[in-house]
Structure formats: structure tokens, C-alpha cells
């Protein structure tokens, strides 16, 4: 299994940036995806899911109205964009897969992560 994370920089405050994770080593479209995130000296946070095929999303709170998820099976990725971007965004980006919405992530070994820094 790999996962790999792209797109995040430094953004200014209200910025936008469209992060993407390509998967390989499964069958992408059998599984929902989410991403998460983790800030410095914080706990990983799940901040989005999609499921498999239906397109159903869901979304923390703190990002809701601001991120949108999708994904490409065609493509095996599944893309965040992030929108009206806040510092406290600042964070590690990460995807995984997921069985079903709200279930824990299936891989134990994750990628890279991207680093998304948010700050004017």
C-alpha cells in the first residue's frame, strides 16, 4: 500500500490551496477515504471522509463550509480543497483509507503527509 500526499505550502490567511493523494497497493474504489491532519504538539484529527462510490461527504466541524473532498476512482486519488484557509489549519495532511464513514483508518502505515502552513 502507498499513499502520497501533494499540494500543501504556505498560504496566507483566506488562501486556498487543493491537496491530492494518490493510492496504490488496493483496490481504491472498495474503500471511503478521509483525510486528517496533525498541528504541532496535537493529536491526529480526522478532518474529512468520502465514501467509496456514492460520493456521500462528511466533515469536521472546524473545517465544514470551507473544505471540500472528492476523489477520482479512475484515477485512484482522492483531493482536499481547502478554501478561506485559517493559521489554525496549519497542520500535516494525511489520507488513509477508511471500511465505511466514521470508521478508523484501515492502514497502519501512512504517507508522508503534506505540510499545509497557513500565515501572513
Known amino acids: 500500500v502507498q499513499l502520497v500526499e501533494s499540494g500543501g505550502g504556505l498560504v496566507q490567511p483566506g488562501g486556498s490551496l487543493r491537496l491530492s493523494c494518490a493510492a496504490s497497493?488496493?483496490?481504491?474504489?472498495?474503500?471511503?477515504m478521509s483525510w486528517y491532519r496533525r498541528a504541532p504538539e496535537k493529536g491526529r484529527e480526522w478532518v474529512a471522509g468520502?465514501?467509496?462510490?456514492?460520493?456521500?461527504?462528511t466533515y469536521a466541524d472546524s473545517v465544514k463550509g470551507r473544505f471540500t473532498i472528492s476523489r477520482d476512482n479512475t484515477k485512484n486519488t482522492v483531493y482536499l480543497q481547502m478554501n478561506s484557509l485559517k493559521p489554525e489549519d496549519t497542520a500535516v495532511y494525511y489520507c488513509?483509507?477508511?471500511?465505511?464513514?466514521?470508521?478508523?483508518?484501515?492502514?497502519?502505515?501512512w504517507g508522508q503527509g503534506t505540510q499545509v502552513t497557513v500565515s501572513s
Open positions: 488513509n483509507a477508511v471500511r465505511r464513514l466514521g470508521s478508523p483508518p484501515v492502514f497502519g502505515s
Open positions: 468520502i465514501s467509496s462510490t456514492t460520493g456521500l461527504r
Open positions: 497497493g488496493f483496490t481504491f474504489s472498495d474503500f471511503g
